[in-house]
Protein backbone atom coordinates (compact mmCIF):
# COMPACT_ATOMS: atom_id res chain seq x y z
CA UNK A 1 0.00 0.00 0.00
CA UNK A 2 3.04 2.52 0.69
CA UNK A 3 4.39 2.17 -2.58
CA UNK A 4 1.21 2.23 -4.32
CA UNK A 5 0.58 5.35 -2.25
CA UNK A 6 3.94 7.28 -3.13
CA UNK A 7 3.46 6.40 -6.97
CA UNK A 8 0.53 7.88 -7.35
CA UNK A 9 1.41 10.64 -4.72
CA UNK A 10 3.88 11.49 -7.13
CA UNK A 11 1.63 11.82 -10.16
CA UNK A 12 -0.11 14.10 -7.75
CA UNK A 13 2.77 16.29 -6.80
CA UNK A 14 3.31 17.28 -9.96
CA UNK A 15 0.22 18.49 -11.71
CA UNK A 16 0.40 20.25 -8.27
CA UNK A 17 3.40 22.15 -8.91
CA UNK A 18 2.70 22.46 -12.53
CA UNK A 19 6.07 20.35 -14.05
CA UNK A 20 6.17 19.84 -17.71
CA UNK A 21 5.51 16.53 -18.90
CA UNK A 22 8.72 15.52 -20.94
CA UNK A 23 11.81 12.81 -21.39
CA UNK A 24 12.98 11.86 -18.44
CA UNK A 25 16.59 11.39 -17.65
CA UNK A 26 17.00 7.94 -16.32
CA UNK A 27 19.82 6.73 -14.16
CA UNK A 28 22.08 4.54 -16.11
CA UNK A 29 23.73 2.39 -12.90
CA UNK A 30 23.53 3.22 -8.89
CA UNK A 31 26.64 4.13 -7.95
CA UNK A 32 26.62 4.57 -4.17
CA UNK A 33 29.55 5.93 -3.60
CA UNK A 34 29.92 9.03 -5.61
CA UNK A 35 29.11 12.23 -4.79
CA UNK A 36 28.26 15.36 -7.20
CA UNK A 37 30.39 17.64 -5.17
CA UNK A 38 29.08 21.36 -6.44
CA UNK A 39 26.45 20.04 -8.56
CA UNK A 40 24.82 23.23 -8.70
CA UNK A 41 27.61 24.14 -11.37
CA UNK A 42 27.06 22.07 -14.27
CA UNK A 43 25.10 22.67 -17.46
CA UNK A 44 22.01 20.17 -16.00
CA UNK A 45 21.91 20.42 -12.13
CA UNK A 46 20.86 17.03 -10.79
CA UNK A 47 19.78 15.29 -14.11
CA UNK A 48 23.39 15.22 -14.86
CA UNK A 49 24.61 13.51 -11.77
CA UNK A 50 21.31 11.80 -11.27
CA UNK A 51 21.68 10.38 -14.58
CA UNK A 52 25.45 8.81 -14.36
CA UNK A 53 24.35 7.43 -11.52
CA UNK A 54 25.34 9.36 -9.02
CA UNK A 55 23.99 8.56 -5.54
CA UNK A 56 24.87 11.44 -3.33
CA UNK A 57 24.19 14.95 -4.99
CA UNK A 58 25.07 18.30 -3.56
CA UNK A 59 23.30 21.29 -3.35
CA UNK A 60 24.36 25.07 -1.67
CA UNK A 61 21.10 27.47 -0.55
CA UNK A 62 21.37 30.75 -0.26
CA UNK A 63 17.83 31.96 1.45
CA UNK A 64 17.11 35.42 -0.25
CA UNK A 65 13.28 37.10 0.46
CA UNK A 66 11.85 34.10 1.46
CA UNK A 67 12.84 32.02 -1.40
CA UNK A 68 15.80 29.46 -1.50
CA UNK A 69 18.49 30.11 -4.53
CA UNK A 70 21.09 27.60 -5.90
CA UNK A 71 24.11 29.27 -5.70
CA UNK A 72 27.84 29.72 -4.20
CA UNK A 73 28.42 32.95 -3.74
CA UNK A 74 25.78 35.99 -3.31
CA UNK A 75 26.42 37.43 -6.75
CA UNK A 76 25.79 34.10 -8.59
CA UNK A 77 22.05 34.60 -7.39
CA UNK A 78 19.29 34.73 -10.11
CA UNK A 79 15.68 34.38 -10.12
CA UNK A 80 15.64 31.34 -12.28
CA UNK A 81 17.95 29.23 -9.96
CA UNK A 82 15.71 28.54 -7.39
CA UNK A 83 15.81 25.59 -5.64
CA UNK A 84 12.58 24.45 -6.45
CA UNK A 85 13.51 24.55 -10.36
CA UNK A 86 16.98 22.58 -10.11
CA UNK A 87 16.39 19.96 -7.53
CA UNK A 88 12.61 19.65 -6.59
CA UNK A 89 10.99 19.15 -9.61
CA UNK A 90 13.68 17.14 -11.46
CA UNK A 91 13.09 15.25 -8.20
CA UNK A 92 9.59 14.85 -8.31
CA UNK A 93 10.02 14.54 -12.33
CA UNK A 94 11.76 11.41 -11.35
CA UNK A 95 9.61 9.85 -8.88
CA UNK A 96 7.27 10.20 -11.11
CA UNK A 97 8.74 7.72 -13.97
CA UNK A 98 9.79 4.91 -11.86
CA UNK A 99 8.43 1.73 -12.32
CA UNK A 100 8.29 0.48 -8.95
CA UNK A 101 8.85 3.43 -7.11
CA UNK A 102 12.93 3.36 -6.54
CA UNK A 103 14.91 6.43 -8.25
CA UNK A 104 17.59 3.96 -8.90
CA UNK A 105 18.04 0.40 -10.17
CA UNK A 106 19.02 -2.22 -7.50
CA UNK A 107 16.60 -0.50 -5.35
CA UNK A 108 18.95 2.55 -4.82
CA UNK A 109 18.74 5.44 -2.77
CA UNK A 110 19.03 9.19 -3.10
CA UNK A 111 20.93 11.14 -0.72
CA UNK A 112 20.65 15.31 -1.05
CA UNK A 113 23.85 16.91 0.71
CA UNK A 114 22.30 20.70 1.33
CA UNK A 115 24.66 22.62 2.20
CA UNK A 116 23.58 26.06 3.69
CA UNK A 117 25.43 29.27 2.96
CA UNK A 118 23.03 31.66 5.26
CA UNK A 119 22.04 30.59 8.28
CA UNK A 120 20.96 27.17 9.02
CA UNK A 121 17.60 27.42 10.73
CA UNK A 122 15.55 29.68 8.91
CA UNK A 123 16.96 27.52 5.35
CA UNK A 124 15.70 24.77 6.99
CA UNK A 125 12.25 26.23 7.82
CA UNK A 126 11.39 27.07 4.00
CA UNK A 127 12.52 23.84 3.34
CA UNK A 128 10.06 22.03 5.65
CA UNK A 129 7.24 24.16 4.04
CA UNK A 130 8.44 23.63 0.53
CA UNK A 131 8.88 19.79 1.01
CA UNK A 132 5.70 19.81 2.71
CA UNK A 133 2.97 18.09 0.04
CA UNK A 134 6.00 15.71 -0.75
CA UNK A 135 7.11 14.73 2.46
CA UNK A 136 6.39 10.77 1.87
CA UNK A 137 9.02 10.85 -0.97
CA UNK A 138 11.72 12.38 1.56
CA UNK A 139 11.20 10.85 4.59
CA UNK A 140 13.64 8.30 4.30
CA UNK A 141 13.70 7.12 7.80
CA UNK A 142 10.59 5.27 7.41
CA UNK A 143 10.40 4.96 3.54
CA UNK A 144 13.30 3.22 1.74
CA UNK A 145 12.57 4.66 -1.36
CA UNK A 146 12.48 8.20 -0.22
CA UNK A 147 14.81 10.66 -0.70
CA UNK A 148 17.70 11.05 2.13
CA UNK A 149 18.03 14.56 2.96
CA UNK A 150 21.11 15.61 4.85
CA UNK A 151 22.41 19.18 5.96
CA UNK A 152 25.91 20.33 6.26
CA UNK A 153 27.80 23.44 6.06
CA UNK A 154 25.77 26.37 8.20
CA UNK A 155 23.63 23.23 10.07
CA UNK A 156 21.99 24.31 13.52
CA UNK A 157 24.36 22.88 16.71
CA UNK A 158 23.62 19.28 17.70
CA UNK A 159 21.65 20.11 20.57
CA UNK A 160 18.99 21.65 18.69
CA UNK A 161 18.79 18.63 15.75
CA UNK A 162 15.79 17.34 17.72
CA UNK A 163 14.03 20.89 16.75
CA UNK A 164 13.86 19.82 13.56
CA UNK A 165 11.93 17.83 11.33
CA UNK A 166 12.76 13.71 11.33
CA UNK A 167 13.23 13.93 7.51
CA UNK A 168 16.55 16.07 8.05
CA UNK A 169 19.94 14.31 8.95
CA UNK A 170 22.75 16.39 9.44
CA UNK A 171 26.77 16.25 8.59
CA UNK A 172 28.95 15.75 11.58
CA UNK A 173 32.30 16.33 12.48
CA UNK A 174 34.72 14.23 13.63
CA UNK A 175 36.26 16.42 16.28
CA UNK A 176 32.99 17.03 18.03
CA UNK A 177 31.20 14.68 20.28
CA UNK A 178 27.43 13.69 20.05
CA UNK A 179 25.11 11.85 22.39
CA UNK A 180 23.28 8.84 21.27
CA UNK A 181 19.89 10.65 20.29
CA UNK A 182 22.26 13.61 18.51
CA UNK A 183 23.90 10.44 16.78
CA UNK A 184 20.95 9.25 15.03
CA UNK A 185 20.67 12.56 13.52
CA UNK A 186 24.26 12.48 12.00
CA UNK A 187 23.61 11.50 8.42
CA UNK A 188 27.49 10.92 7.52
CA UNK A 189 30.73 12.23 8.97
CA UNK A 190 32.51 14.86 6.26
CA UNK A 191 36.00 16.12 6.73
CA UNK A 192 38.57 18.60 5.34
CA UNK A 193 41.06 15.56 3.31
CA UNK A 194 43.69 18.94 4.34
CA UNK A 195 43.45 18.51 8.22
CA UNK A 196 45.32 14.92 7.54
CA UNK A 197 47.84 15.27 4.60
CA UNK A 198 48.85 17.09 1.73
CA UNK A 199 48.82 14.46 -0.50
CA UNK A 200 47.99 15.83 -4.32
CA UNK A 201 46.90 12.55 -5.75
CA UNK A 202 49.69 11.57 -7.37
CA UNK A 203 51.64 8.48 -6.74
CA UNK A 204 50.72 6.70 -3.18
CA UNK A 205 49.82 8.12 0.38
CA UNK A 206 53.01 7.71 2.50
CA UNK A 207 52.45 5.24 5.63
CA UNK A 208 52.14 7.47 8.15
CA UNK A 209 49.09 9.65 6.27
CA UNK A 210 47.36 6.55 5.43
CA UNK A 211 47.93 4.53 9.18
CA UNK A 212 45.94 8.29 10.06
CA UNK A 213 43.29 7.88 7.07
CA UNK A 214 42.46 4.69 7.96
CA UNK A 215 41.97 4.91 11.33
CA UNK A 216 39.71 7.72 10.98
CA UNK A 217 37.67 5.81 8.80
CA UNK A 218 37.59 2.90 10.83
CA UNK A 219 36.37 4.83 13.67
CA UNK A 220 33.71 6.52 11.79
CA UNK A 221 32.36 3.23 10.38
CA UNK A 222 32.65 1.95 14.21
CA UNK A 223 29.74 3.99 15.12
CA UNK A 224 27.90 2.84 12.41
CA UNK A 225 28.48 5.90 10.02
CA UNK A 226 29.69 6.21 6.73
CA UNK A 227 32.60 9.37 6.00
CA UNK A 228 33.41 12.08 3.29
CA UNK A 229 36.19 13.91 2.35
CA UNK A 230 36.28 17.11 1.13
CA UNK A 231 38.89 19.49 -0.42
CA UNK A 232 40.45 15.63 -1.33
CA UNK A 233 42.65 15.29 -4.93
CA UNK A 234 40.35 14.59 -7.84
CA UNK A 235 42.56 12.45 -8.99
CA UNK A 236 42.12 8.15 -10.41
CA UNK A 237 44.83 7.13 -8.08
CA UNK A 238 42.81 9.13 -5.67
CA UNK A 239 39.70 7.10 -5.90
CA UNK A 240 41.93 3.78 -6.38
CA UNK A 241 42.54 4.73 -3.00
CA UNK A 242 39.67 5.83 -1.45
CA UNK A 243 37.83 1.96 -2.81
CA UNK A 244 40.84 0.09 -0.27
CA UNK A 245 40.78 2.59 2.24
CA UNK A 246 36.75 2.06 2.18
CA UNK A 247 35.74 5.72 2.11
CA UNK A 248 32.13 5.79 1.36
CA UNK A 249 31.66 8.91 -0.93
CA UNK A 250 34.30 9.77 -3.44
CA UNK A 251 33.83 13.60 -3.32
CA UNK A 252 34.09 14.78 -7.52
CA UNK A 253 34.15 17.27 -9.82
CA UNK A 254 34.22 15.26 -12.74
CA UNK A 255 30.94 13.57 -12.89
CA UNK A 256 31.88 11.91 -16.17
CA UNK A 257 35.06 10.50 -15.52
CA UNK A 258 33.90 8.93 -11.99
CA UNK A 259 31.11 7.53 -13.17
CA UNK A 260 32.94 5.59 -16.12
CA UNK A 261 35.85 4.42 -13.78
CA UNK A 262 32.82 3.23 -11.11
CA UNK A 263 30.73 1.69 -13.49
CA UNK A 264 33.68 -0.25 -15.48
CA UNK A 265 35.36 -1.21 -11.88
CA UNK A 266 34.06 -4.59 -11.89
CA UNK A 267 35.87 -5.43 -15.30
CA UNK A 268 38.85 -3.64 -13.99
CA UNK A 269 39.47 -5.64 -10.92
CA UNK A 270 40.98 -8.77 -10.90
CA UNK A 271 41.63 -11.36 -8.19
CA UNK A 272 43.27 -14.91 -8.75
CA UNK A 273 42.37 -17.01 -6.24
CA UNK A 274 44.28 -20.45 -8.19
CA UNK A 275 47.67 -19.45 -8.35
CA UNK A 276 49.91 -22.45 -9.74
CA UNK A 277 54.28 -22.62 -9.94
CA UNK A 278 55.73 -21.66 -12.83
CA UNK A 279 58.06 -25.05 -14.25
CA UNK A 280 61.57 -25.86 -12.79
CA UNK A 281 63.85 -25.15 -15.87
CA UNK A 282 67.60 -24.77 -17.38
CA UNK A 283 67.42 -21.25 -18.30
CA UNK A 284 71.41 -21.04 -19.88
CA UNK A 285 72.13 -22.68 -23.42
CA UNK A 286 75.11 -22.27 -25.81
CA UNK A 287 74.61 -20.30 -28.25
CA UNK A 288 75.56 -20.26 -31.80
CA UNK A 289 73.39 -23.90 -31.96
CA UNK A 290 71.42 -24.85 -34.34
CA UNK A 291 67.32 -25.82 -33.60
CA UNK A 292 66.00 -29.37 -34.38
CA UNK A 293 62.11 -28.51 -33.90
CA UNK A 294 60.47 -25.14 -32.86
CA UNK A 295 57.79 -24.14 -30.99
CA UNK A 296 55.75 -20.71 -31.45
CA UNK A 297 53.58 -19.87 -29.35
CA UNK A 298 51.08 -16.45 -30.07
CA UNK A 299 48.94 -15.06 -27.37
CA UNK A 300 46.54 -13.26 -29.35
CA UNK A 301 45.90 -9.62 -28.09
CA UNK A 302 48.17 -9.81 -25.43
CA UNK A 303 50.89 -7.24 -25.42
CA UNK A 304 53.48 -6.63 -22.01
CA UNK A 305 50.74 -4.77 -19.70
CA UNK A 306 48.32 -8.57 -19.95
CA UNK A 307 51.72 -10.34 -19.72
CA UNK A 308 52.43 -8.29 -16.67
CA UNK A 309 49.14 -8.37 -14.70
CA UNK A 310 49.07 -12.19 -15.44
CA UNK A 311 52.24 -12.17 -13.06
CA UNK A 312 51.39 -9.94 -10.81
CA UNK A 313 47.61 -11.94 -10.09
CA UNK A 314 49.79 -15.41 -9.83
CA UNK A 315 51.91 -14.16 -7.54
CA UNK A 316 55.04 -12.21 -9.30
CA UNK A 317 55.45 -15.52 -11.26
CA UNK A 318 55.10 -16.95 -14.75
CA UNK A 319 56.21 -19.68 -16.93
CA UNK A 320 57.19 -16.80 -19.29
CA UNK A 321 59.40 -14.92 -17.03
CA UNK A 322 61.88 -17.41 -17.35
CA UNK A 323 62.88 -17.31 -20.70
CA UNK A 324 66.02 -15.87 -21.21
CA UNK A 325 66.23 -13.89 -24.47
CA UNK A 326 63.24 -11.00 -24.34
CA UNK A 327 62.42 -8.88 -26.88
CA UNK A 328 59.68 -6.60 -28.81
CA UNK A 329 58.20 -6.79 -31.93
CA UNK A 330 56.75 -4.23 -34.32
CA UNK A 331 53.58 -5.09 -35.41
CA UNK A 332 52.02 -2.97 -38.11
CA UNK A 333 50.17 -3.58 -41.56
CA UNK A 334 51.45 -2.06 -45.07
CA UNK A 335 47.91 -0.48 -44.74
CA UNK A 336 47.22 1.04 -40.91
CA UNK A 337 48.82 1.56 -37.56
CA UNK A 338 46.94 -0.71 -36.09
CA UNK A 339 47.62 -4.80 -37.43
CA UNK A 340 44.05 -6.81 -37.49
CA UNK A 341 44.96 -10.68 -36.78
CA UNK A 342 45.49 -11.62 -40.36
CA UNK A 343 48.30 -9.35 -41.39
CA UNK A 344 49.88 -9.63 -37.98
CA UNK A 345 49.42 -13.42 -38.29
CA UNK A 346 49.95 -13.16 -42.00
CA UNK A 347 53.62 -11.49 -41.37
CA UNK A 348 54.62 -14.32 -38.49
CA UNK A 349 53.60 -16.98 -40.37
CA UNK A 350 54.87 -15.84 -43.92
CA UNK A 351 57.94 -13.35 -43.34
CA UNK A 352 55.38 -10.63 -45.86
CA UNK A 353 54.50 -7.49 -44.54
CA UNK A 354 50.25 -7.25 -45.74
CA UNK A 355 47.02 -5.22 -45.37
CA UNK A 356 44.78 -6.04 -42.79
CA UNK A 357 42.24 -8.56 -43.57
CA UNK A 358 44.44 -10.27 -46.13
CA UNK A 359 45.90 -13.65 -44.93
CA UNK A 360 48.75 -15.40 -46.67
CA UNK A 361 49.47 -12.85 -49.56
CA UNK A 362 50.91 -9.78 -50.05
CA UNK A 363 49.95 -5.87 -50.22
CA UNK A 364 49.05 -6.82 -53.64
CA UNK A 365 47.17 -10.48 -53.33
CA UNK A 366 49.72 -12.34 -54.30
CA UNK A 367 50.06 -16.16 -52.44
CA UNK A 368 53.38 -16.39 -50.66
CA UNK A 369 54.67 -19.61 -48.78
CA UNK A 370 54.41 -20.08 -45.03
CA UNK A 371 56.30 -22.00 -42.38
CA UNK A 372 55.02 -24.82 -43.31
CA UNK A 373 54.96 -24.61 -46.58
CA UNK A 374 58.62 -24.11 -46.56
CA UNK A 375 59.56 -26.71 -43.24
CA UNK A 376 57.70 -29.34 -44.71
CA UNK A 377 59.83 -29.27 -48.18
CA UNK A 378 63.05 -29.82 -45.81
CA UNK A 379 61.34 -32.83 -44.46
CA UNK A 380 59.71 -31.21 -40.70
CA UNK A 381 56.26 -32.15 -39.75
CA UNK A 382 54.19 -29.04 -39.22
CA UNK A 383 51.23 -28.59 -37.34
CA UNK A 384 48.92 -25.68 -35.72
CA UNK A 385 46.69 -25.64 -32.19
CA UNK A 386 44.25 -22.60 -31.81
CA UNK A 387 41.41 -22.54 -29.37
CA UNK A 388 39.93 -19.99 -32.09
CA UNK A 389 38.02 -21.76 -34.60
CA UNK A 390 40.47 -23.47 -36.95
CA UNK A 391 39.47 -20.89 -39.77
CA UNK A 392 40.33 -17.97 -37.52
CA UNK A 393 42.92 -15.08 -38.98
CA UNK A 394 46.00 -16.29 -37.37
CA UNK A 395 45.82 -20.53 -37.52
CA UNK A 396 44.74 -20.13 -40.78
CA UNK A 397 47.74 -17.80 -41.72
CA UNK A 398 50.25 -20.90 -41.57
CA UNK A 399 47.95 -22.72 -44.29
CA UNK A 400 45.77 -20.54 -46.31
CA UNK A 401 46.21 -17.58 -49.15
CA UNK A 402 42.91 -15.36 -49.32
CA UNK A 403 42.33 -11.43 -49.66
CA UNK A 404 39.26 -11.29 -47.23
CA UNK A 405 39.57 -12.89 -43.75
CA UNK A 406 35.89 -13.76 -43.83
CA UNK A 407 36.31 -16.43 -46.73
CA UNK A 408 35.69 -19.03 -44.17
CA UNK A 409 34.67 -21.67 -46.71
CA UNK A 410 37.43 -20.82 -49.06
CA UNK A 411 40.13 -20.39 -45.76
CA UNK A 412 38.41 -23.88 -44.77
CA UNK A 413 38.94 -25.26 -48.13
CA UNK A 414 42.83 -24.36 -48.62
CA UNK A 415 43.20 -27.39 -45.93
CA UNK A 416 43.04 -29.49 -48.96
CA UNK A 417 46.15 -27.52 -50.05
CA UNK A 418 48.15 -27.08 -47.07
CA UNK A 419 51.09 -29.39 -46.27
CA UNK A 420 50.30 -29.09 -42.27
CA UNK A 421 50.28 -32.51 -40.66
CA UNK A 422 48.49 -31.36 -38.12
CA UNK A 423 45.24 -29.20 -37.55
CA UNK A 424 43.60 -28.25 -34.13
CA UNK A 425 40.89 -26.02 -33.54
CA UNK A 426 37.13 -25.51 -33.21
CA UNK A 427 34.81 -26.31 -36.03
CA UNK A 428 33.78 -23.51 -38.19
CA UNK A 429 30.52 -24.04 -39.78
CA UNK A 430 31.99 -25.50 -43.16
CA UNK A 431 32.62 -28.53 -41.28
CA UNK A 432 28.83 -28.87 -39.28
CA UNK A 433 27.67 -31.59 -41.75
CA UNK A 434 29.73 -34.75 -41.70
CA UNK A 435 28.87 -35.48 -45.57
CA UNK A 436 30.10 -31.84 -46.76
CA UNK A 437 32.01 -32.07 -50.29
CA UNK A 438 35.21 -30.39 -48.10
CA UNK A 439 34.82 -33.56 -45.35
CA UNK A 440 35.21 -35.98 -48.00
CA UNK A 441 37.67 -34.50 -50.24
CA UNK A 442 39.67 -34.13 -46.96
CA UNK A 443 38.70 -37.90 -46.21
CA UNK A 444 39.68 -38.89 -50.12
CA UNK A 445 43.10 -37.33 -49.57
CA UNK A 446 43.89 -39.81 -46.44
CA UNK A 447 43.06 -36.95 -43.64
CA UNK A 448 42.29 -38.69 -40.41
CA UNK A 449 39.43 -36.20 -38.99
CA UNK A 450 38.73 -36.42 -35.43
CA UNK A 451 36.66 -34.44 -32.73
CA UNK A 452 39.63 -35.37 -29.75
CA UNK A 453 42.78 -35.01 -29.07
CA UNK A 454 42.98 -37.91 -26.89
CA UNK A 455 45.09 -40.74 -28.37
CA UNK A 456 46.32 -38.42 -30.79
CA UNK A 457 50.10 -40.17 -30.40
CA UNK A 458 49.07 -43.18 -31.82
CA UNK A 459 47.30 -41.79 -35.03
CA UNK A 460 49.08 -43.43 -38.24
CA UNK A 461 47.33 -40.90 -40.67
CA UNK A 462 50.10 -38.15 -42.01
CA UNK A 463 47.53 -35.63 -41.95
CA UNK A 464 44.92 -35.22 -39.13
CA UNK A 465 42.36 -32.26 -38.52
CA UNK A 466 40.64 -32.80 -35.15
CA UNK A 467 37.66 -30.41 -34.50
CA UNK A 468 37.15 -29.76 -30.82
CA UNK A 469 37.41 -26.83 -28.84
CA UNK A 470 37.48 -24.92 -24.92
CA UNK A 471 34.45 -26.31 -22.68
CA UNK A 472 32.67 -23.00 -21.27
CA UNK A 473 29.41 -22.82 -19.63
CA UNK A 474 27.68 -20.27 -22.39
CA UNK A 475 29.17 -19.36 -25.65
CA UNK A 476 32.17 -17.05 -25.84
CA UNK A 477 31.77 -13.59 -27.98
CA UNK A 478 34.77 -11.37 -27.83
CA UNK A 479 32.39 -7.94 -27.60
CA UNK A 480 30.00 -9.62 -24.94
CA UNK A 481 30.32 -7.08 -21.92
CA UNK A 482 29.77 -10.69 -19.38
CA UNK A 483 32.55 -12.13 -20.81
CA UNK A 484 34.08 -12.40 -17.58
CA UNK A 485 31.77 -14.28 -15.90
CA UNK A 486 32.24 -17.09 -18.56
CA UNK A 487 33.87 -20.23 -16.76
CA UNK A 488 35.75 -22.66 -18.14
CA UNK A 489 36.45 -26.50 -17.63
CA UNK A 490 38.34 -27.72 -20.14
CA UNK A 491 41.38 -25.72 -22.00
CA UNK A 492 41.82 -27.41 -25.84
CA UNK A 493 45.58 -25.54 -25.43
CA UNK A 494 46.76 -26.95 -22.14
CA UNK A 495 45.61 -30.49 -23.21
CA UNK A 496 46.80 -30.61 -26.70
CA UNK A 497 50.06 -29.59 -26.82
CA UNK A 498 51.82 -33.03 -25.19
CA UNK A 499 49.63 -34.70 -27.78
CA UNK A 500 50.78 -32.62 -30.93
CA UNK A 501 54.31 -32.61 -29.70
CA UNK A 502 54.59 -36.78 -29.34
CA UNK A 503 52.22 -36.76 -33.02
CA UNK A 504 54.66 -34.10 -34.94
CA UNK A 505 57.93 -35.58 -32.85
CA UNK A 506 57.95 -39.37 -35.02
CA UNK A 507 59.43 -37.68 -37.81
CA UNK A 508 63.14 -37.28 -38.37
CA UNK A 509 63.51 -34.26 -39.22
CA UNK A 510 62.56 -32.36 -36.44
CA UNK A 511 58.65 -30.38 -36.16
CA UNK A 512 57.71 -26.77 -36.19
CA UNK A 513 54.39 -26.37 -33.98
CA UNK A 514 52.42 -23.15 -33.77
CA UNK A 515 49.58 -22.91 -30.31
CA UNK A 516 47.64 -19.38 -30.21
CA UNK A 517 45.97 -18.51 -27.52
CA UNK A 518 43.04 -16.89 -29.01
CA UNK A 519 40.48 -15.31 -26.30
CA UNK A 520 43.21 -13.40 -24.79
CA UNK A 521 42.34 -10.77 -27.44
CA UNK A 522 39.02 -11.56 -26.43
CA UNK A 523 39.55 -10.13 -22.97
CA UNK A 524 40.95 -6.70 -24.52
CA UNK A 525 38.10 -6.49 -27.13
CA UNK A 526 35.46 -6.61 -23.88
CA UNK A 527 37.69 -4.57 -21.42
CA UNK A 528 37.53 -7.76 -19.18
CA UNK A 529 40.70 -7.80 -17.18
CA UNK A 530 39.74 -10.55 -15.24
CA UNK A 531 38.98 -12.86 -18.62
CA UNK A 532 42.72 -11.56 -19.74
CA UNK A 533 44.42 -12.70 -17.02
CA UNK A 534 42.46 -16.07 -17.30
CA UNK A 535 43.03 -16.87 -20.57
CA UNK A 536 46.90 -15.73 -20.13
CA UNK A 537 47.33 -18.16 -17.38
CA UNK A 538 45.64 -20.66 -19.70
CA UNK A 539 48.69 -19.88 -22.11
CA UNK A 540 51.28 -19.59 -20.01
CA UNK A 541 50.36 -22.74 -18.15
CA UNK A 542 50.95 -24.15 -22.04
CA UNK A 543 54.05 -22.40 -22.51
CA UNK A 544 55.62 -23.53 -19.30
CA UNK A 545 54.70 -27.59 -20.91
CA UNK A 546 56.71 -26.42 -23.93
CA UNK A 547 59.61 -24.91 -22.06
CA UNK A 548 59.72 -28.35 -19.66
CA UNK A 549 59.96 -30.56 -23.15
CA UNK A 550 62.53 -28.25 -24.69
CA UNK A 551 64.68 -28.29 -21.06
CA UNK A 552 64.71 -32.00 -21.31
CA UNK A 553 64.97 -32.30 -25.83
CA UNK A 554 67.31 -29.82 -25.51
CA UNK A 555 67.15 -29.52 -29.61
CA UNK A 556 63.96 -27.27 -29.04
CA UNK A 557 63.53 -23.91 -29.44
CA UNK A 558 60.38 -22.00 -27.98
CA UNK A 559 59.39 -18.23 -29.12
CA UNK A 560 56.74 -16.84 -26.81
CA UNK A 561 54.80 -13.28 -28.93
CA UNK A 562 51.38 -11.84 -30.20
CA UNK A 563 50.58 -10.71 -33.17
CA UNK A 564 48.99 -7.56 -31.98
CA UNK A 565 47.65 -5.76 -28.57
CA UNK A 566 44.13 -5.33 -27.58
CA UNK A 567 42.44 -3.08 -25.52
CA UNK A 568 45.48 -0.68 -24.60
CA UNK A 569 45.68 -2.01 -21.44
CA UNK A 570 47.31 -0.21 -18.43
CA UNK A 571 48.33 -1.76 -14.96
CA UNK A 572 47.60 0.62 -12.39
CA UNK A 573 47.65 -1.17 -8.93
CA UNK A 574 48.61 -4.61 -8.08
CA UNK A 575 48.86 -6.31 -4.79
CA UNK A 576 51.32 -9.43 -5.53
CA UNK A 577 50.98 -11.02 -2.27
CA UNK A 578 47.33 -10.99 -2.65
CA UNK A 579 47.31 -11.71 -6.41
CA UNK A 580 45.21 -8.72 -6.65
CA UNK A 581 44.98 -6.22 -9.96
CA UNK A 582 43.51 -3.14 -11.18
CA UNK A 583 43.46 -2.25 -14.83
CA UNK A 584 42.22 -0.03 -17.21
CA UNK A 585 41.39 -0.34 -21.03
CA UNK A 586 42.22 2.90 -23.13
CA UNK A 587 39.77 1.42 -26.43
CA UNK A 588 38.36 -2.17 -27.29
CA UNK A 589 39.76 -2.19 -30.46
CA UNK A 590 43.79 -3.39 -31.05
CA UNK A 591 46.39 -0.56 -30.51
CA UNK A 592 49.63 -0.44 -32.55
CA UNK A 593 51.85 -0.72 -29.16
CA UNK A 594 54.99 -3.41 -30.30
CA UNK A 595 54.80 -6.46 -28.59
CA UNK A 596 56.53 -9.14 -26.32
CA UNK A 597 59.06 -11.70 -28.32
CA UNK A 598 60.56 -14.23 -25.90
CA UNK A 599 62.46 -17.22 -26.69
CA UNK A 600 64.12 -20.22 -24.88
CA UNK A 601 66.52 -22.87 -26.15
CA UNK A 602 69.13 -23.02 -29.16
CA UNK A 603 68.63 -20.14 -31.49
CA UNK A 604 67.18 -17.75 -29.01
CA UNK A 605 70.01 -15.44 -28.75
CA UNK A 606 68.47 -14.26 -32.27
CA UNK A 607 65.39 -12.87 -30.77
CA UNK A 608 66.39 -9.74 -29.04
CA UNK A 609 66.07 -6.05 -29.14
CA UNK A 610 63.11 -4.48 -31.17
CA UNK A 611 62.10 -6.77 -34.02
CA UNK A 612 59.78 -6.57 -37.08
CA UNK A 613 57.30 -9.00 -37.04
CA UNK A 614 58.23 -10.25 -40.54
CA UNK A 615 61.66 -10.92 -38.56
CA UNK A 616 60.15 -13.88 -36.84
CA UNK A 617 59.90 -16.74 -40.16
CA UNK A 618 63.26 -15.52 -42.10
CA UNK A 619 65.12 -15.75 -38.73
CA UNK A 620 63.72 -19.38 -38.32
CA UNK A 621 64.64 -19.93 -41.97
CA UNK A 622 68.27 -19.10 -41.78
CA UNK A 623 68.68 -21.15 -38.08
CA UNK A 624 67.37 -23.93 -39.81
CA UNK A 625 69.02 -23.33 -43.17
CA UNK A 626 66.13 -23.14 -45.23
CA UNK A 627 66.78 -21.74 -49.23
Known amino acids: ?115 PKTAGGPILEVLTQQLKPYRELFDSKNNPKGVKLVISGNRPDAKDFAKYDEIFFFDGNLKEKYSEKELERIGLISESFRSFTKWNGLGRLTDVDLKRIQTKVDSVHTIGKKIRFWAAPDTKTTWYEWQKIGIDYINTDKPFELSEFLRNNHGNYHQEVAPYQPVTIQTTFKTGLKPKNIILLISDGAGLSQLWAS ?154 LILTEDSVDHKWNKLDSDQSEIKTSYRLIEHALQPAISFLGKGKKGFFLMVEGAKIDGGGHSNSLSFSISEYLSFDRMVGQALTFAAQDKETLVLVTSDHETGGLVVLDAGMKEGTVLGNFATTDHTGIPVPLLAYGPGAEHFQGFLDNTDIAKIIYKLLQVK
Do not use: C
Open 1 to 115: MIQKYLIYAAFGMMSAIGVVAEAQVKPIAFLPNAHSHNDYTRNSPFDQAYGLGFGSIEVDLFLKDGELYVAHDPHEITPERTFKKLYLEPILKAFQHTKDGYLYPEHGQLQLLID
Open 311 to 464: AMANRGKLNVLQMPYTGYLITQPTDNYHTDSAAGGSAIATGYKTKNRHIGVDSLGNPVQNIPDRLSAIGMRTGIVSNDEITGATPSAFYTHVAERDLSDQIANDILKSKLNLLIGAPSPVFEDPDSTLIKHLQSQQFAIRTSVDGLENVEAKQV
